[in-house]
């Protein structure tokens, strides 16, 4: 069964609005890692939060980790259209010893509407 | 800064050929990672690589084999293709030995089985 699950699988808002996208995981892990991809291009990395973390803050960026819920969210503040993409949550196994495959979410497909 | 570096970018084969991809990691990482997404897919984990020693294995198919070099550049060998393997195939590469699994990712190769 799938790892990550993002949640809603698509968000429309208007620019300048928050976006909010929730991301559920089952097993143990040692971080949680949210990427970006544009169509069809590269995944970019965005942000890493450790397990021990409960928040982290990157530009406009906000990632929120709850590992008793099993649970992170991903919150764009003051959204633009450049926003626009899907956004993937991705977690490793908590193996030990590094060099984890990360397991990625379905992913959120955000559009922001100018 | 230096990225992930990915040859080639587009690859067209026919069904049961062969094919090679190659990566060359962010300077100074030490880990290479594949992962293969499939049309509208979230990215599904391959194979890595630490130190140029096998790490950890995920749904990488028999006919799929992959190594990493003294130079720390992977080639990822693809045999008897079938059109399931049109994908975009995707390397990322970390500096394990800094402590953290975070990965950053190439432009990916779109590879086109016919």
């Known amino acids: 069964s799938q790892q990550g699950e993002e949640d809603p699988q698509a968000l429309s808002i208007q620019e300048g609005e928050n976006a909010t996208m929730n991301c559920s995981y089952k097993?143990?892990?040692?971080?949680l890692q949210w990427y970006r991809q544009n169509s069809g291009r590269g995944l970019v990395h965005l942000i890493l939060?450790?397990?021990?973390?409960r928040e982290k803050h990157s530009g406009r960026l906000r990632v929120t980790l709850d590992t008793s819920k099993k649970s992170s969210s991903l919150l764009i503040t003051a959204s633009r259209a450049a926003d626009t993409a899907s956004y993937f949550c991705?977690?490793?196994?908590?193996?030990?010893?590094?060099?984890?495959?990360?397991?990625f979410g379905k992913g959120t497909h955000l559009i922001i509407q100018p | 800064a230096a990225g992930v570096i990915q040859s080639p970018r587009h690859l067209i084969k026919e069904k049961r050929e062969t094919a090679t991809l190659k990566c060359y990691p962010i300077p100074r990482h030490d880990t290479v990672y594949w992962y293969q997404q499939g049309p509208g897919q979230d990215p599904q984990f391959l194979i890595s690589?630490?130190?140029?020693?096998?790490?950890d294995k995920g749904s990488i198919p028999d006919r799929f084999s992959a190594q990493q070099f003294s130079d720390y550049h992977s080639e990822l060998n693809m045999s008897s293709l079938e059109l399931g393997d049109s994908a975009l195939y995707f390397c990322?590469?970390?500096?394990?030995?800094?402590?953290?699994?975070?990965?950053?990712f190439g432009p990916g190769t779109r590879l086109t089985v016919l």
């Open positions: 690589f630490y130190e140029k020693m096998q790490s």
């Open positions: 097993t143990s892990i040692n971080n």
């Open positions: 990322a590469s970390s500096h394990t030995s800094g402590g953290a699994n975070e990965q950053f």
């Open positions: 939060i450790r397990s021990n973390e």
């Open positions: 991705a977690t490793d196994r908590a193996r030990g010893g590094g060099a984890d495959g990360l397991t």
